[in-house]
């Protein structure tokens, strides 16, 4: 059935709005808030009540539909859950009004741009091509293959969980909490970033990839904006920055990167469900 959820994911992203309409988060970021305005919890007990609590009713409604009509209920919860979890941005349509700055040769349009439709500062046209793509690795890493890494190892409880710690950390405004979020989401980081810098070395440039990962594949302090970042941009044979006139092919490149990984992810998780 996983593999199934996997699919209407697919088809519900290119076909449907309903991720949008799923992704509200009006209630838990009024919850974060409440909590941090009572200022009578541990940050680790505001995180407990923000993301376990959730995550254990999720698993005690799944464990009463299970048995429900041979488990077809379950079905929908799986696939709102894992929509719900998924990124709330779209990274290549956000890139849209830059992509169109650097066609016309723009360069100081596309700063404009970059600052206001992605939040990235930069100094000039090599240090915005640079940022941009961390941050389409990075946008594309934690709004999608997290999750779906957590989805297919554990079941949409742990997908949920990560885009819980994901929310905490953005949008808190407690230091100490936002600390302890985002180092759980640290921790739960380390393994799929390190699965998909594997996958990046499979359908990129194995020898490059291979040797970038090896000094930092047991490293656990590197953040893994990062790790996947870097390891993209050597997986295509690209450098971190670059004139903005080259920026369309580097992103093109960087795109058809993640897609390859993409299918490759999907491939290997069909296998894996015929086989076992």
Not at 63 to 81: I, M, N, Q, T
Not at 114 to 136: F, I, K, N
Not at 139 to 146: L, R, S
Not at 166 to 174: E, F, I, K, N, Q
Request: hydrophobic share 55%; net charge positive; aromatic share 10%.
């Amino acid at each position: 059935m996983s593999f199934l959820v996997l699919v209407l994911v697919v088809w519900v992203e290119k076909f449907s709005a309903l991720r949008h309409r799923v992704q509200r988060d009006a209630f838990f970021r009024g919850e974060l808030v409440r909590l941090e305005r009572s200022g009578k919890l541990h940050p680790l007990l505001s995180l407990a009540l923000l993301v376990l609590v959730p995550v254990a009713l999720l698993v005690v409604v799944l464990h009463v539909l299970e048995p429900v009509a041979y488990g077809l209920l379950v079905l929908p919860v799986h696939l709102l859950v894992l929509l719900y979890s998924l990124g709330r941005s779209d990274a290549k349509a956000a890139l849209g009004p830059l992509r169109d700055a650097w066609r016309r040769g723009d360069g100081q349009a596309a700063l404009h741009v970059a600052e206001r439709d992605l939040g990235l500062h930069a100094e000039g046209a090599d240090e915005l091509l640079g940022q941009v793509q961390h941050y389409l690795a990075w946008q594309v890493y934690q709004g999608f293959f997290a999750v779906i890494f957590w989805y297919c190892l554990l079941g949409p409880a742990a997908a949920l969980a990560y885009r819980l710690l994901a929310l905490s950390t953005a949008h808190s405004r407690h230091a100490a909490l936002q600390a302890r979020a985002e180092w759980l989401r640290h921790l739960m980081d380390w393994l799929p970033v390190r699965v998909l810098g594997v996958s990046f070395a499979l359908v990129g440039h194995f020898v490059a990839v291979g040797r970038t990962m090896l000094p930092e594949l047991l490293d656990v302090h590197r953040r893994a904006s990062a790790l996947v970042a870097d390891w993209a941009l050597v997986a295509i044979d690209a450098p971190a920055q670059d004139v903005p006139e080259q920026g369309q092919a580097r992103l093109n490149g960087l795109w058809e990167l993640l897609l390859r990984s993409a299918t490759l992810w999907y491939v290997v998780f069909a296998l894996w469900t015929i086989l076992r």
